[in-house]
């Protein structure tokens, strides 16, 4: 919504493997945020970009997640040997002013 | 550490009945209060937004209700509909960055 896409859509990947999700938000977000949401669950919160300043990330579950944001816009979500707990959605949100604008989701499934 | 606190996790109410949603908060530095409304398949929208500086702020069917004092706000939702049926989140913002509590699913029966 709003000018948030992300990218693929749904993904399916071996256990082991490494997993890109690609979050690509229109200028003028000053923020962005990467969540994940499980099943009929809430969202988790995962890292939090704000211009220049160093991320927030309090959230990631472990080393093998980590997220980068280039040029202030297009943020990619790396997963490293991904595990069966990581199959969720994924969720990215740009902020504009005081609204954030949620992307549709990558929906990630770790077989 | 949660920031913001919802309940309750899942709701079931009749249609034409009253949902009430629930959000408790510690910290005084937010100053934005919004509700997103999440359909299956879909990322959250934003519904509604309060200030502080209002006990309650209401679009159609939408009310929020908020208690500075006591630290906590509502969403209400008046002659609640099938359509409704979503999930919802409560959300606190201080300057900068949004904390999301963890959601409520709403079932309206018809």
């Known amino acids: 919504g709003a000018g948030v896409s992300q990218s693929p859509s749904n993904k399916v990947t071996e256990k082991g493997k490494d997993v890109e999700l690609r979050c690509d938000p229109i200028?003028?977000?000053?923020?962005l945020y990467w969540y994940r949401q499980s099943l009929g669950q809430g969202l988790e919160f995962l890292i939090y970009f704000q211009g220049n300043s160093a991320p927030d990330k309090s959230g990631l579950p472990s080393d093998r997640f980590s997220a980068e944001r280039t040029g202030g816009s297009v943020s990619t979500l790396t997963i490293q040997r991904t595990q069966q707990e990581d199959s969720a959605v994924y969720l990215c949100?740009?902020?504009?002013?005081?609204?954030?604008?949620f992307g549709q989701g990558t929906r990630l499934t770790v077989v | 550490q949660q920031q913001v606190k919802q309940s309750p996790q899942s709701l079931i109410v009749q249609k034409g009945g009253i949902s009430i949603i629930n959000c408790a908060y510690e910290?005084?530095?937010?100053?934005?209060f919004p509700w997103y409304q999440q359909f299956p398949g879909k990322g959250p929208a934003l519904l509604i937004a309060?200030?502080?500086?209002?006990s309650e702020k209401k679009e159609g069917r939408f009310t929020i209700s908020f208690n500075k004092s006591a630290k906590q706000f509502s969403l209400h939702i008046m002659d609640s509909q099938p359509g409704d049926s979503a999930t919802y989140f409560c959300a606190a913002k201080p300057r900068n960055q949004f904390y999301f509590g963890t959601g409520t699913s709403l079932t309206v029966i018809p």
């Open positions: 910290n005084t530095a937010f100053d934005y």
């Open positions: 949100a740009g902020q504009v002013n005081t609204e954030a604008f």
């Open positions: 200028s003028g977000h000053t923020a």
């Open positions: 309060i200030r502080p500086d209002v």
